[in-house]
């Protein structure tokens, strides 16, 4: 399975800023947890993918229960709580999704 972030840049902030932060926080994501690094992260360049999406980032989870743990960890935890909500949903909108694999990935 996989856990997919979708971000889009607020009208409000510079590219420069979006950029930044997101990127900072899924690469603390990263030093933090490393067992739980993701796959895939990806900027929209080129005019490639939704016309409303800036980031895409990927990880492979085990099952629905490690999004659980994830948000138990998170929310025992006051700065990484405060990095999203004043970090990186203070400069992008975000929507994220779980997808199943159909048997065509490539080890």
């Known amino acids: 399975m996989y856990y997919v972030e979708f971000f889009r840049k607020k009208s409000n902030v510079s590219w420069e800023t979006f950029r930044s932060v997101v990127e900072g926080g899924y690469k603390r994501w990263v030093e933090l947890h490393p067992e739980d690094a993701p796959v895939l992260a990806i900027g929209r360049t080129w005019r490639l993918g939704p016309p409303d999406s800036s980031y895409m980032?990927?990880?492979?989870?085990r099952d629905f229960a490690q999004l659980d743990e994830w948000t138990k960890s998170r929310s025992s935890d006051s700065d990484s709580e405060k990095a999203i909500m004043e970090g990186t949903l203070a400069v992008a909108?975000?929507?994220s999704g779980v997808y199943e694999d159909i048997g065509m990935e490539l080890p």
């Open 57 to 61: 980032i990927v990880y492979r989870i």
């Open 93 to 95: 909108d975000m929507d």
